[in-house]
């Protein structure tokens, strides 16, 4: 069994829309993911959050999961509209009186509570009134909501993540349309992503946690990005350079900003106007406003030079086809989730290394990895020696990785239990244990007891 750095942390992760439920209870305003799932034709069959995994009334039962696993921290996110249920009045206690609960269960139970401002569920009235992310005012309406976070909360929690994955959010959700709010563009998707990083520093940086909360309460804040790995298909200068690119468009689209100071040159040259400009007083509450690197990985491709646009083999990572020109595949021996993505467990340590060195050796946790398998149950029993092998490889890669001088801190595994993921509704399976609401026994039988065992074998 291998052995983590001592310290190394251990957890998993969920966010409210895919497993709260209680959507219009106790006060709580309707997200933009309540009108997208509730719309014909938006998600597979028509599934919806309305109920999910009913967590919101079982949080308890959870986390007495969460404990017999070992686990010892829990990201979970906060639902905006239900803390503010139009995004910017008046505050719904009953919805600060609900994550208290469930902070104060999680820390009696020696669980760390990381909190995500946001997971991709604006309140609807935002949208409806503002246009979301496309109007500069959102960037102080989230501030306004963090800051409310900030201060009912951060007496209990010291970890903080202002944003997961703002590549979803502006790319599927304002560029291609399959998430809400279900827009499609070829520009939106720029000015999206150029609200949202200014969204977190502002949270962060301008009057703020750093200014305000962060000495008195002694915590750490930063933001969290999504990004497959891109291989070279051959070493040819022109697929090395397509991978590099694919990389910038991707990662450093949002990272760049925030640990360099800028956009990546390459996506100015090629998106030209489209791509919004930071002011230079932007420039600099941008840069430095993460204490560390979040990462959320879970997909592997071979990059190379594209010359025409083919829908058939050309998908746009972070951008059109035309501001990209990279073409992606896989090896057909790589095996696959039921979601088609390559299980490449080297893939994740060659990210990690290149976030290392393009970001000057951030401090860096995965704050999400995991597999969608077409799991069969059995006496409420699950046999997955396929998420036992996944765990196994990319945890042995995530070790290789801190051998070789990558300060990866933690390690939180996607999800700590099925859930509605997202447009594809309930049709997939990401949980480490299988949801049984026959009995009260939930505790997962085989890949979450591997996990549970890595987590007692290293001693924490």
């Given at each position: 069994m291998l052995q983590f750095p001592q310290g190394f942390l251990w957890g998993?992760?969920?966010?409210?829309?895919?497993?709260?439920?209680?959507?219009?209870?106790?006060?709580?305003?309707?997200?933009?993911?309540?009108?997208?799932?509730?719309?014909?034709?938006?998600?597979?069959?028509?599934?919806?959050?309305?109920?999910?995994?009913?967590?919101?009334?079982?949080?308890?039962?959870?986390?007495?999961?969460?404990?017999?696993?070992?686990?010892?921290?829990y990201r979970f996110s906060i639902s905006w509209?239900?803390?503010?249920?139009?995004?910017?009045g008046p505050v719904n206690e009953k919805g600060i009186a609900f994550y208290s609960r469930l902070i104060d269960e999680l820390l009696d139970h020696g669980i760390q509570p990381w909190i995500t401002l946001y997971h991709w569920d604006m309140p609807l009235a935002l949208q409806m009134q503002h246009d979301g992310w496309l109007n500069p005012d959102i960037t102080d309406f989230f501030a306004t909501y963090a800051s409310v976070c900030f201060e009912r909360f951060g007496d209990r929690v010291k970890?903080?993540?202002?944003?997961?994955?703002?590549?979803?959010?502006?790319?599927?959700?304002?560029?291609?349309?399959?998430?809400?709010?279900g827009r499609k563009s070829i520009r939106e998707p720029y000015l999206a992503a150029h609200h949202l990083i200014l969204a977190h520093a502002k949270a962060v940086r301008?009057?703020?946690?750093?200014?305000?909360?962060?000495?008195?309460?002694?915590?750490?804040?930063?933001?969290?990005?999504?990004?497959?790995?891109?291989?070279?298909?051959?070493?040819?200068?022109?697929?090395?350079?397509?991978?590099?690119?694919?990389?910038?468009?991707?990662?450093?689209?949002?990272?760049?900003?925030?640990?360099?100071?800028?956009y990546p040159q390459v996506m100015k040259d090629r998106v030209g106007g489209r791509l919004p400009e930071f002011t230079?007083?932007?420039?600099?509450?941008v840069k430095g406003s993460s204490d560390f690197f979040g990462l959320n990985h879970y997909n592997t491709s071979y990059a190379s030079h594209g010359d025409t646009a083919d829908?058939?083999?050309v998908y746009a990572n972070g951008g059109i086809f035309e501001d990209q020109h990279v073409k992606l595949s896989v090896d057909p021996a790589w095996p696959l989730t039921t979601m088609n993505w390559a299980i490449v467990p080297w893939g994740c340590r060659k990210l990690l290394h290149w976030i290392r060195d393009r970001y000057q050796d951030p401090k860096i946790y995965i704050t999400e990895n995991g597999c969608s398998l077409d799991d069969k149950v059995s006496d409420g029993k699950?046999?997955?020696?396929?998420?036992?092998?996944?765990?196994?490889?990319?945890?042995?890669?995530?070790?290789?990785?801190?051998?070789?001088?990558?300060d990866l801190k933690g390690y939180f595994v996607w999800s700590f239990m099925d859930n509605f993921e997202w447009a594809q509704g309930y049709s997939k399976r990401f949980g480490i244990h299988y949801i049984d609401y026959e009995t009260l026994e939930r505790i997962p039988k085989s890949s979450a007891r591997w996990f549970a065992r890595t987590i007692e074998n290293n001693g924490f």
């Amino acid at each position: 069994m291998l052995q983590f750095p001592q310290g190394f942390l251990w957890g998993s992760a969920t966010s409210c829309y895919q497993i709260e439920g209680a959507w219009n209870e106790d006060g709580k305003g309707l997200s933009i993911w309540d009108a997208f799932a509730h719309t014909p034709g938006r998600t597979f069959q028509g599934h919806h959050g309305d109920v999910a995994c009913d967590h919101f009334h079982r949080y308890k039962e959870d986390v007495v999961l969460m404990a017999k696993m070992g686990l010892k921290a829990y990201r979970f996110s906060i639902s905006w509209p239900r803390i503010q249920p139009d995004g910017h009045g008046p505050v719904n206690e009953k919805g600060i009186a609900f994550y208290s609960r469930l902070i104060d269960e999680l820390l009696d139970h020696g669980i760390q509570p990381w909190i995500t401002l946001y997971h991709w569920d604006m309140p609807l009235a935002l949208q409806m009134q503002h246009d979301g992310w496309l109007n500069p005012d959102i960037t102080d309406f989230f501030a306004t909501y963090a800051s409310v976070c900030f201060e009912r909360f951060g007496d209990r929690v010291k970890n903080w993540i202002t944003l997961n994955e703002p590549w979803v959010v502006a790319m599927l959700g304002y560029g291609q349309g399959v998430f809400a709010p279900g827009r499609k563009s070829i520009r939106e998707p720029y000015l999206a992503a150029h609200h949202l990083i200014l969204a977190h520093a502002k949270a962060v940086r301008l009057r703020l946690y750093r200014e305000k909360y962060q000495a008195a309460q002694g915590g750490q804040i930063g933001i969290t990005n999504n990004c497959d790995w891109r291989e070279p298909l051959t070493d040819s200068l022109e697929d090395k350079a397509a991978a590099q690119r694919a990389l910038e468009f991707y990662l450093g689209w949002f990272a760049d900003p925030v640990f360099l100071g800028d956009y990546p040159q390459v996506m100015k040259d090629r998106v030209g106007g489209r791509l919004p400009e930071f002011t230079e007083d932007e420039k600099e509450w941008v840069k430095g406003s993460s204490d560390f690197f979040g990462l959320n990985h879970y997909n592997t491709s071979y990059a190379s030079h594209g010359d025409t646009a083919d829908g058939s083999e050309v998908y746009a990572n972070g951008g059109i086809f035309e501001d990209q020109h990279v073409k992606l595949s896989v090896d057909p021996a790589w095996p696959l989730t039921t979601m088609n993505w390559a299980i490449v467990p080297w893939g994740c340590r060659k990210l990690l290394h290149w976030i290392r060195d393009r970001y000057q050796d951030p401090k860096i946790y995965i704050t999400e990895n995991g597999c969608s398998l077409d799991d069969k149950v059995s006496d409420g029993k699950v046999d997955d020696p396929v998420r036992i092998s996944f765990l196994e490889g990319y945890l042995g890669e995530c070790h290789k990785a801190i051998e070789e001088g990558v300060d990866l801190k933690g390690y939180f595994v996607w999800s700590f239990m099925d859930n509605f993921e997202w447009a594809q509704g309930y049709s997939k399976r990401f949980g480490i244990h299988y949801i049984d609401y026959e009995t009260l026994e939930r505790i997962p039988k085989s890949s979450a007891r591997w996990f549970a065992r890595t987590i007692e074998n290293n001693g924490f």
